[in-house]
């Protein structure tokens, strides 16, 4: 079974550049979550989608930040323009359930953004 | 509020012993779910544990086990005979019901290094 996929893998930007981020989750998992982790801190929940709905978005810089899943399969979270604090890592997960408390995630390798 | 607290920024172990990571929680609701995640220097999180907060005994995992103790709002991480691979951070997180559905919250983490 493959993993969930994220591309790209590093991106140095200047300040006040647009990027995007894309994530592939595990075939057939319902719900999709983006994280933020700066250095030295925990991941902190950006957006939750179940299928293309998004669930949670209360942590999401909406002035900046946005995200969609299309069809409910991938997604891209997007910054425009970008902050130098916007600098962390962005880690995608997956999870095939949709409710419940057993709810393990499964992570992509994360997008390693810098901002200049 | 700080949710989810891991009062060891970093925690040393000889090889072959065994470790305990420490997790305390803030939650009013009575259902919830406490799960430990591992991210190695490859930065890609993994799923170690989860325990609920119904459960009458304590979860364990091969080497992994949680000590669960609900009236402190305790759950550490023990990890018996260390390796070497075991060189990581150490998440914990909780599972808890808001507004918008399931949230998982993270704390900051704990930094272990195995000693040859």
């Known amino acids: 079974e493959a993993g969930v996929a994220q591309s790209p893998r590093y991106k140095i930007i200047e300040k006040r550049q647009s990027v995007a981020f894309w994530c592939n989750p595990i075939?057939?998992?319902?719900?999709l979550y983006w994280y933020q982790q700066i250095l030295g801190q925990g991941p902190k929940l950006l957006i939750q989608?179940?299928?293309?709905?998004?669930?949670?978005d209360s942590q999401l810089p909406k002035d900046r930040f946005s995200a969609e899943r299309l069809k409910g399969v991938d997604s891209t979270l997007k910054i425009q323009p970008a902050k130098l604090e916007d600098s962390a890592v962005y880690l995608c997960?997956?999870?095939?359930?949709?409710?419940?408390?057993?709810?393990?995630?499964?992570f992509g390798p994360g997008t390693r953004l810098t901002v200049t | 509020a700080q949710k989810i607290t891991q009062t060891q920024p970093g925690m040393f172990v000889q090889e072959k012993e065994a470790v305990t990571l420490d997790c305390t929680y803030d939650?009013?609701?009575?259902?919830?779910?406490l799960f430990w995640y591992k991210q190695p220097s490859s930065g890609e999180m993994i799923f170690l544990i989860y325990?609920?907060?119904?459960?009458?005994q304590n979860a364990t995992e091969g080497r992994y086990s949680l000590n669960f103790q609900k009236a402190r709002k305790s759950a550490n991480l023990v990890i018996s005979a260390s390796q070497l691979g075991d060189s990581a951070m150490y998440f914990c997180?909780?599972?808890?019901?808001?507004?918008?559905?399931?949230?998982?919250?993270f704390g900051a983490g704990t930094r272990l290094f195995v000693k040859a």
């Open positions: 939650t009013s609701d009575p259902s919830y779910g």
């Open positions: 325990q609920g907060s119904y459960d009458q």
């Open positions: 997960a997956s999870s095939p359930r949709t409710s419940g408390f057993l709810g393990e995630q499964y």
């Open positions: 989608f179940q299928n293309n709905g998004v669930v949670d």
């Open positions: 075939s057939g998992h319902a719900t």
């Open positions: 997180a909780m599972r808890e019901v808001n507004t918008g559905g399931f949230k998982t919250i």
